[in-house]
């Protein structure tokens, strides 16, 4: 009887960490849509600051830090590293990025690019490149979502399913 | 803050360890692309020299050091960069050279930049009160002046010291600092300026003169109004605009004389007329700031 016990036991911990294991392969997904829906919101918040109040990056970018929960801290340090005026934006543009791991490197490519002409011309300009930034986020989001979607479940699915046949043979 | 203070590293660094002696009267720095940086003081100049600092200045390194003085951020300052110029928080000016892109018969913006030279605003304090003491002496009711000297003069120095001893003497002053350099908006002090200007002054930061002149006549009540460096014919306008409103204007101009400004149609109307009591003419002879002379409006014109 206890034999059997141990054996149920064992075979549901089989399930909840492969279960487990599943999700954790999944989050890479979920944590690139999130982030990319993020960082389209800062961008166009950012984009009303710029044309509107003509904010500097420094200030603009404190101000959007405060409403962006999963780059938020990453913003704060590239603010400070802004403060410090030493380097070249593009520099600390970079290593900024270079912060935010649940960036991929497509989005990366995309963000990469902004960080070339973001405060380097007229606000007319800098509205078409931030509006440019924002299509192609658009489009990397619709991508990351049918990822999520289809890739995300597919390695939950499997390794699930190779719980329960593990736990099957177990028993 | 001194504006060396906003320059990126290694050149803050090599300015922070120029001697003491000199340090404190360092006036201005420029930069020009293919020679050193070169210091600027009182009776004195040096080419800027250090272990961490290259030969010569580059293009590319011109760059860098706008990026940093714009904040990295040309489009808030897209205004200034098309006259040719910065202003740092704390009013210190720096001047722009390089290739302009015109559009529509307009300067767009400024690019290939081949110097910069970083000037250091100063506040002094004593000349606006001798002024105001002569201007006003034998009962001589305030009225309204025109500082004018060449570039470099002291006008601009002078005009905000005026301006503290009329509003710290109860006078209700607007000033239309145009280019942020008299009130030196975002200097650290004074109420979020760079300068005392008195407690009776209210500043309106980055309004081009015309425009400020007919906001302060409307909304704030001026008995005073200062305006710094006039130029435009619209900035003469707004001037007989305040004269018709019964409000005194002190303001300054470039110029070595009355020959030298009576070529400009704007201001001998408005001279002829009585727009102005008084012009001041300064000179930078033996040094910025001493006064030449006060050619009063009723000794003739």
Same mark, same amino acid.
Request: proline share 4%.
């Given at each position: 009887?206890?034999?059997?016990?141990?054996?149920?036991?064992?075979?549901?911990?089989?399930?909840?960490?492969?279960?487990?294991?599943?999700?954790?392969?999944?989050?890479?997904?979920?944590?690139?849509?999130?982030? !990319?829906?993020?960082?389209?919101?800062?961008?166009?918040?950012?984009?009303?600051?710029?044309?509107?109040?003509?904010?500097?990056?420094?200030?603009?970018?404190?101000?959007?830090?405060?409403?962006?929960?999963?780059?938020?801290?990453?913003?704060?340090?590239?603010?400070?590293?802004?403060?410090?005026?030493?380097?070249?934006?593009?520099?600390?543009?970079?290593?900024?990025?270079?912060?935010?791991?649940?960036?991929?490197?497509?989005?990366?490519?995309?963000?990469?690019?902004?960080?070339?002409?973001?405060?380097?011309?007229?606000?007319?300009?800098?509205?078409?490149?931030?509006?440019?930034?924002?299509?192609?986020?658009?489009?990397?989001?619709?991508?990351?979502?049918?990822?999520?979607?289809?890739?995300?479940? !597919?390695?939950?699915?499997?390794?699930?399913?190779?719980?329960?046949?593990?736990?099957?043979?177990?028993? | 803050? *001194?504006?060396?203070?906003?320059? #990126?590293?290694?050149?803050?660094?090599?300015?922070?360890?120029?001697?003491?002696?000199?340090?404190?009267?360092?006036?201005?720095?420029?930069?020009? =692309?293919?020679? #050193?940086?070169?210091?600027?003081?009182?009776?004195?100049?040096?080419?800027?020299?250090?272990?961490?600092?290259?030969?010569?200045? $580059?293009?590319?390194?011109?760059?860098?050091?706008?990026?940093?003085?714009?904040?990295?951020?040309?489009?808030?300052?897209?205004?200034?960069?098309?006259?040719?110029?910065?202003?740092? #928080?704390?009013?210190?000016?720096?001047?722009?050279?390089?290739?302009?892109?015109?559009?529509?018969?307009?300067?767009?913006?400024?690019?290939?930049?081949? $110097?910069?030279?970083?000037?250091?605003?100063?506040?002094?304090?004593?000349?606006?009160?001798?002024?105001?003491?002569?201007?006003?002496?034998?009962?001589?009711?305030?009225?309204?002046?025109?500082?004018?000297?060449?570039?470099?003069?002291?006008?601009?120095?002078?005009?905000?010291?005026?301006?503290?001893?009329?509003?710290?003497?109860?006078?209700?002053?607007?000033?239309? *600092?145009?280019?942020?350099?008299?009130?030196?908006?975002?200097?650290?002090?004074?109420?979020?300026?760079?300068?005392?200007?008195?407690?009776?002054?209210?500043?309106?930061?980055?309004?081009?003169?015309?425009?400020? =002149?007919?906001?302060?006549?409307?909304?704030?009540?001026?008995?005073?109004?200062?305006?710094?460096?006039?130029?435009?014919?619209? *900035?003469?306008?707004?001037?007989?605009?305040?004269?018709?409103?019964?409000?005194?204007?002190?303001?300054?101009?470039?110029?070595?004389?009355? *020959?030298?400004?009576?070529?400009?149609?704007?201001?001998?109307?408005?001279?002829?007329?009585?727009?102005?009591?008084?012009?001041?003419?300064?000179?930078?002879?033996?040094?910025?700031?001493?006064?030449?002379?006060?050619?009063?409006? $009723?000794?003739?014109?």
């Amino acid at each position: 009887m206890m034999s059997l016990w141990m054996k149920l036991a064992g075979s549901a911990l089989v399930v909840a960490s492969t279960a487990g294991l599943g999700r954790l392969s999944a989050r890479p997904y979920a944590e690139r849509v999130a982030t !990319l829906e993020e960082w389209l919101r800062l961008l166009r918040r950012l984009a009303t600051l710029i044309e509107w109040k003509r904010m500097p990056l420094r200030e603009a970018f404190g101000e959007v830090a405060r409403g962006s929960p999963r780059v938020g801290a990453a913003v704060t340090r590239f603010v400070q590293e802004l403060n410090a005026r030493d380097e070249d934006f593009l520099s600390v543009w970079r290593r900024f990025l270079d912060n935010i791991p649940q960036l991929w490197e497509d989005d990366r490519a995309v963000l990469d690019e902004l960080g070339r002409t973001l405060g380097r011309s007229d606000v007319s300009h800098q509205r078409e490149q931030l509006q440019a930034a924002e299509r192609e986020l658009e489009r990397l989001i619709a991508e990351a979502r049918w990822q999520r979607q289809h890739e995300g479940r !597919l390695g939950p699915a499997l390794l699930t399913a190779a719980g329960i046949m593990l736990a099957i043979v177990l028993l | 803050m *001194d504006p060396w203070s906003y320059l #990126p590293n290694p050149w803050r660094l090599a300015v922070d360890e120029v001697a003491r002696t000199r340090f404190t009267t360092l006036e201005e720095i420029r930069f020009r =692309i293919g020679r #050193p940086a070169h210091l600027y003081g009182a009776g004195w100049n040096q080419p800027l020299r250090h272990a961490s600092l290259p030969e010569t200045v $580059s293009s590319a390194e011109l760059d860098r050091i706008v990026g940093v003085l714009t904040d990295h951020s040309v489009y808030a300052r897209v205004e200034e960069l098309c006259q040719g110029y910065l202003t740092l #928080p704390g009013g210190h000016r720096v001047g722009i050279a390089g290739r302009a892109v015109s559009d529509g018969g307009r300067v767009a913006t400024v690019r290939q930049i081949t $110097s910069l030279n970083l000037r250091v605003a100063r506040a002094v304090k004593g000349p606006g009160e001798a002024l105001y003491q002569r201007l006003t002496a034998n009962e001589r009711p305030l009225g309204s002046y025109l500082i004018a000297s060449p570039p470099r003069g002291g006008k601009t120095t002078l005009l905000r010291d005026l301006v503290r001893v009329l509003g710290d003497g109860g006078w209700r002053i607007v000033v239309v *600092d145009e280019r942020s350099e008299l009130a030196g908006f975002g200097g650290t002090g004074h109420s979020g300026f760079g300068f005392d200007l008195g407690y009776h002054t209210d500043v309106l930061d980055g309004w081009p003169k015309p425009e400020g =002149i007919q906001v302060a006549l409307r909304t704030l009540g001026p008995e005073v109004i200062a305006v710094d460096e006039l130029g435009a014919m619209q *900035d003469y306008a707004a001037v007989w605009q305040a004269r018709y409103s019964g409000v005194r204007v002190i303001a300054t101009v470039h110029a070595r004389s009355l *020959d030298e400004l009576r070529y400009r149609k704007d201001f001998i109307g408005l001279w002829e007329a009585g727009g102005f009591d008084a012009v001041v003419f300064l000179s930078a002879d033996p040094r910025p700031g001493t006064l030449q002379q006060i050619l009063w409006w $009723s000794d003739g014109r």
